[in-house]
């Protein structure tokens, strides 16, 4: 990962934004590809990229740096193979892996027994790992049950204060995700062409990404969309702004991923735009609406027709589910804490993962402590 503030993934974004909001921002550096400037300011040491052996490189890599600067934690995302050779060649620093995705289940066969006896000792190197959301952990525990690492759930974070809802919502259905057949994108569209022939009043944009990987799909959702004319539209290569610009004014969003998402992140965008939100509930998905989202039965063109037709015909349930969407996400998913909030019931992503990282390092001194007084 080069962490660039032009061609950040989600990942890099999640890292920016942990950051940006820790108190333990003026002490962290981040370990990158050479690239151009970071998305935040912060310390970053750039390295050049190798294809060969990586995960070793950066273990060595990360080894002189604890050498120079004495560094009291590592963080390293997602790759578990790479977060073991750390911790193997840094053992006096705890690693945190912090995961995104869900963990790979075991390997079935002879073959399998192998791989999965070293993927046990990969996890036993760690000191702590962060799970996105209950969906994950709870997937984690029933495919690993003798990896007794710590361990948290500890969600995206988001900041809020950028975001500027709009009141009055444009007559728009807004589908954004990956161009990917997981992402019920295609049913999406077939939906959406039955919703606008009953009303011409209303419109559709969808923002696809990544759509040079998948063309035949991408295809396949255009052609459907065609005998819409002007009232869809099929944007890509969109900057995050403009795809922000879009959710703030979209009366409806439609998230109708067919396989379970380990978070989704394009939910919480909805929410925090201020649209009323479609959703399929796979994964993490209801994890991140409750009961402010309206759910589809099955991810089915003519189950997001009807979808749709239930909230364009009932304008009182499209405002409450925007409304108690953005009070939800805002609430659960915030980045940091406003001035003056005083004690709260749900504490801020930075400062649920600040503590984690805490605990981590100063539970990991006590054990050496105590493992050296024996």
């Known amino acids: 990962m080069r962490f660039e503030a032009g061609a950040a993934n989600s990942i890099e974004l999640c890292v920016s934004e942990w950051i940006a909001g820790s108190r333990y921002r003026q002490s962290t550096t981040v370990l990158a590809e050479i690239g151009k400037s970071p998305p935040i300011e912060v310390d970053v040491y750039r390295r050049e990229p190798v294809r060969r052996f990586t995960s070793l ?10 050498k120079a600067r004495e560094y009291d934690l590592i963080v390293s995302q997602q790759h578990v193979s790479t977060a073991a050779a750390i911790a193997a060649l840094n053992p006096s620093v705890p690693v945190i892996l912090q995961t995104h995705n869900f963990i790979d289940p075991p390997i079935r066969g002879t073959y399998g027994r192998l791989k999965n006896s070293l993927r046990r000792w990969q996890f036993g190197r760690l000191a702590g790992m962060t799970l996105v959301s209950e969906a994950t952990s709870r997937q ?44 019920g994108i295609l049913e999406a569209a077939q939906g959406v062409r039955a919703f606008l022939k009953e009303f011409p009043e209303w419109r559709a944009t969808f923002i696809l990404s990544d759509q040079r990987s998948h063309p035949h799909y991408f295809s396949a959702v255009v052609e459907t969309l065609r005998s ?29 991923s ?31 609406s409750g009961d402010a989202a ?33 009070r939800r996400v805002r609430r659960q998913f915030r980045l940091i ?6 004690e709260l019931d749900v504490l801020p992503v930075c400062r649920r993962l600040d503590d984690f990282f805490r605990e981590t390092v100063v539970d990991t001194r006590k054990n050496r402590r105590d493992a050296a007084a024996m």
């Not at 067919?258 to 994890?287: C, D, M, N, Q, Y």
């Not at 009932?314 to 409450?320: F, P, T, W």
């Not at 804490?337 to 005083?342: D, Q």
């Open 57 to 66: 490189h950066i273990a060595y890599t990360i080894r002189n740096l604890v």
């Open 140 to 183: 984690f525990e029933i495919d690993w049950p003798q990896v007794t690492v710590p361990r948290r759930v500890i969600s995206n974070g988001f900041d809020f204060g950028c975001w500027a809802p709009a009141t009055q919502r444009e007559k728009v259905v807004l589908v954004v995700a990956r161009t990917h057949e997981t992402k």
């Open 258 to 288: 067919k396989w379970a998402e380990p978070f989704g992140r394009v939910a919480l965008e909805a929410h925090a735009g201020g649209a009323a939100l479609i959703s399929s509930g796979t994964g993490g998905l209801s994890e991140i």
């Open 337 to 342: 804490a406003a001035a003056g909030e005083g």
């Open 228 to 256: 819409c004319g002007t009232q869809a539209e099929v944007l890509s290569g969109l900057a995050f702004s403009e795809v922000k610009r879009h959710t703030e004014a979209a009366a409806i969003s439609v998230v109708a």
């Open 294 to 326: 309206l759910y589809l039965e099955a991810v089915t063109g003519p189950a997001i027709a009807s979808a749709l037709h239930r909230l364009a015909c009932d304008g009182v349930l499209r405002e409450r589910l925007a409304r108690e969407g953005m």
